[in-house]
């Protein structure tokens, strides 16, 4: 049994359960779960390293995590490599359907303006991916082959779909990677940038000026450019 004065200085149960439930308001949000941690870390180290050069010890460092933990969710550099690409292409398709449903409410070219925006916000989150697909993008082999079949490809032929859509007689594969390159480059060198301009490349208000600067320029200007679709009246005799 507790003493009395145990019991008064622990307070009245009600009170007790107030303090409790301001304490755990109180603290820090938990930590993600070591397997998100491990991926997030392995991205940001092939992004940067690429496979060949990114070890397991310096992924588990980064993650918080044992290095034997990285083996044991892991069976090899290559599963995780395959993990990491899979984690971070489900997120972009993720953070894509949720603006599925607004995207129908618009024309054709006002799809392609808004889908291109929102890639901005995302590749302004995860600066790597755009990092990781660069090393990969530029050795043919059985990565590529890969990530091109699983990935690259799905959301190609999803891009390329809105742009004919909006723009029939533009080269769609062109603009698509000129739009890419075009929004994603910036957040990929934020450090440049911000050592350069001392500005953030990442804060809102410039996400927000960079995608309507390369939707001006390349897709309004596309879209200016576009040819007048041939008349399909009959003249009189």
């Given amino acids: ?40 870390a392995a991205l940001a180290a092939f992004a940067e390293r690429g496979v060949q050069g990114a070890t397991t010890r310096e992924i588990a460092q980064a993650a918080g995590v044992p290095q034997g933990l990285v083996t044991y969710h892991f069976a090899s550099k290559q599963a995780l490599w395959e993990a990491a690409a899979d984690w971070i292409f489900a997120a972009f398709r993720a953070d894509l359907d949720g603006a599925v449903d607004a995207l129908r409410t618009l024309d054709a070219a006002g799809r392609l303006r808004a889908a291109m925006k929102h890639f901005a916000r995302f590749v302004a989150r995860h600066p790597e991916l755009h990092c990781f697909m660069t090393h990969e993008g530029s050795h043919d082999g059985p990565r590529l082959r ?47 940038f911000a050592r350069v301009t001392g500005r953030d490349a990442r804060s809102p208000e410039m996400i927000a000026a960079h995608a309507d600067a390369v939707v001006d320029a390349l897709i309004d200007g596309a879209l200016a450019r576009q040819p007048a679709r041939p008349s399909t009246r009959r003249t009189p005799a």
């Fill in 1 to 40: 049994r507790r003493s009395p004065g145990a019991a008064a200085r622990a307070g009245p149960p009600a009170r007790r359960a107030k303090a409790g439930a301001a304490e755990r308001s109180a603290s820090p949000p938990a930590p993600a779960p070591a397997p998100e941690r491990i991926l997030a």
């Fill in 146 to 192: 890969w990530l091109a079949a699983r990935h690259v490809r799905p959301l190609f032929e999803f891009s390329t779909a809105l742009i004919r859509e909006a723009m029939p007689r533009v080269d769609a594969a062109q603009l698509h990677y000129a739009l890419i390159g075009a929004i994603a480059h910036l957040f990929a060198v934020a450090p440049e």
